[in-house]
Every structure is written in structure tokens, then in C-alpha cells.
């Protein structure tokens, strides 16, 4: 993410049924603040750190912040923030506005790689579409910016995660699909598709913005989560969703969530 330079648009005044999109912002901290003093908004706020380490705090806690971690604020809600290492943190804002936001909790999860990248797609577009644009919301770059809020309230669980659409062609390719569990082998499904690899991961791409690989990697984790918020031990947990060796699946768990699959819980603060 050190490519990235500065974005802000102040006014964007992105406006759907039921979702206002007041601000977007992309920028380091400054070098020499260590701190961001405890404030509030009257609005949402979507808090991306995509470089940094430090120390996310509320008035009910506080919440260890790294690379792809994520906040979601609704209004009114107190919070600061803490570096804990020498370069300052490259954070993502967006500044929102929902009906009923007052009602949902603030939110504090770690994005996975597919979601990360997702991000870092739209952002690099954005930057594209706004060249030499003196900070004006240029039209075209209203939908890389929904697109974007929307990734990250989908990881914050404020939006519902919507299944994927039927494949076309009869359903074949969504047939298919619909077979790739958390612990399928890959080769399995190529061989079922009767595809080389390499094109049988062009057209689930075309299909569902991902690879083999990635989605299956999006249903193991969505597994892992489910069964560890159920109590089970990490090596039945591992072995349930096609990893053997377990110390591998705690690695692979860590840099997915940003948590080690002992220790994982959704971290929801009031």
C-alpha cells in the first residue's frame, strides 16, 4: 500500500436510497502525532488501517489494530487512537450516513486477503478516475467508492453477505460450484469440470470475482468461524474444514483474521 498517495473528497455527496456518502479519505497520520485524541461524529465512520500498528480505544475498551483492520462506527460513539510503532498508520475513511445507524454496535474485525484485495481494486481505480481532478468527485468514481463501503460493511457484517448469482448457461458452472466445500480438494472439482485449471479459473472468476482457490479459502474461513463460536477445539476445527496439520491451520487462521483460532471471537464494542 505504499503506492497509494493522498485522496480526500470532502463533498462527495454520494446519495442512494437509504445511504448518504458524505467523505472519502486516504492518508497517512502525521508524523508527529502519536495519537488522535478521543472525539465523535454525528455521522458513520468506516475506518480502514491498511498500513500501522497501534491501538483503536473507546470508552468500553480498546482493540489492537494492524494491517486490515477494520472499524465501523455509528454516530456518536467516543474512540481515539494510539500508534505503538514509529511510521504512522495508512488509514481508509469514509464518512457515511444510515437511517437507524444509532442501533447497530461498532464494529472491530481484520479483512481477509480476498477482501483486502477487493479494496485495494477499487481504491487503485479510484485513484485513476480522480487524477487531476482538484479533489471533485468525478461521476465515474461513485461506484469504485460504493463499491468499496460496501466490501467493508459486508466485513463488518452491517450488510448481509448475498449469495452469488446462478451461473449462466443453464446453471452448470453454479452447479459445479455449489460442490467446492471447505475441505474439497481443488483438483477434484477440475477434474469434475472437465476444464484445464487455468480456464476453469478464468470462468469461476467471471462467475463470482474470484479463483478456485479464493473461494474456497472464503467458504474454509466462513467454516472455521462457525465452528470455533461453537466451542470446537481448534484441531477437530482444523480437520473439519480439510487442514491437517493444525499448526499450519493457526498460521493460515492468523493471517486471514488477525487472530489465532484459540483466541478468535467477532469483537463487538458498545
Known amino acids: 500500500?505504499?503506492?497509494?498517495?493522498?485522496?480526500?473528497?470532502?463533498?462527495?455527496?454520494?446519495r442512494l436510497p437509504g445511504m448518504r456518502v458524505l467523505t472519502v479519505a486516504l492518508h497517512r497520520h502525521l508524523p508527529e502525532h502519536a495519537s488522535v485524541e478521543q472525539h465523535r461524529h454525528r455521522w458513520c465512520q468506516a475506518i480502514l488501517y491498511l498500513s500501522g500498528i497501534g491501538q483503536q480505544q473507546f470508552a468500553s475498551g480498546e482493540a489492537r489494530v494492524e494491517p486490515?483492520?477494520?472499524?465501523?462506527?455509528?454516530?456518536?460513539?467516543?474512540?481515539?487512537?494510539?500508534?505503538?510503532?514509529?511510521?504512522?498508520?495508512?488509514?481508509?475513511?469514509?464518512?457515511?450516513?444510515?437511517?437507524?445507524?444509532?442501533?447497530?454496535?461498532?464494529a472491530v474485525c481484520?479483512?481477509?486477503?480476498?477482501?483486502?484485495?477487493?479494496?485495494?481494486?477499487?481504491?487503485?481505480?479510484?485513484?485513476?478516475?480522480?487524477?487531476g481532478s482538484g479533489g471533485v468527485l468525478r461521476w465515474e468514481s461513485a461506484s469504485a467508492i460504493l463499491q468499496t463501503?460496501?466490501?467493508?460493511?459486508?466485513?463488518?457484517?452491517?450488510?448481509?453477505?448475498?449469495?452469488?448469482?446462478?451461473?449462466?448457461?443453464?446453471?452448470?458452472?453454479?452447479?459445479?460450484?455449489s460442490t467446492v466445500g471447505p475441505a474439497t480438494p481443488l483438483r477434484q472439482v477440475v477434474q469434475?469440470?472437465?476444464?484445464?485449471?487455468?480456464h476453469l479459473n478464468r470462468l469461476v472468476k467471471s462467475e463470482t470475482g474470484l479463483t478456485l482457490?479464493?473461494?474456497?479459502?472464503?467458504?474454509?474461513?466462513?467454516?472455521a468461524k462457525e465452528l470455533l463460536s461453537q466451542g470446537m477445539r481448534v484441531a477437530n476445527v482444523a480437520e473439519a474444514v480439510g487442514v491437517l496439520d493444525q499448526s499450519y491451520f493457526a498460521r493460515w487462521f492468523r493471517r486471514q483474521t488477525g487472530q489465532t483460532p484459540s483466541r478468535w471471537s467477532p469483537r463487538i464494542l458498545g
Open 192 to 198: 469434475r469440470s472437465g476444464y484445464q485449471r487455468d
Open 68 to 106: 486490515g483492520t477494520l472499524v465501523v462506527l455509528p454516530p456518536g460513539v467516543s474512540h481515539a487512537f494510539r500508534r505503538t510503532t514509529e511510521r504512522p498508520p495508512l488509514c481508509l475513511m469514509i464518512d457515511f450516513s444510515v437511517p437507524n445507524a444509532r442501533l447497530g454496535p461498532a
Open 110 to 131: 481484520s479483512l481477509n486477503r480476498s477482501e483486502l484485495t477487493q479494496v485495494r481494486q477499487h481504491l487503485a481505480h479510484l485513484f485513476r478516475l480522480q487524477a
Open 213 to 223: 482457490g479464493q473461494l474456497r479459502t472464503q467458504r474454509r474461513l466462513a467454516r
Open 1 to 14: 500500500m505504499r503506492h497509494f498517495r493522498s485522496l480526500l473528497i470532502n463533498k462527495a455527496d454520494i
Open 149 to 177: 463501503l460496501i466490501t467493508l460493511l459486508r466485513a463488518a457484517n452491517w450488510l448481509e453477505r448475498v449469495p452469488q448469482p446462478a451461473a449462466r448457461g443453464g446453471g452448470v458452472m453454479g452447479r459445479l460450484l
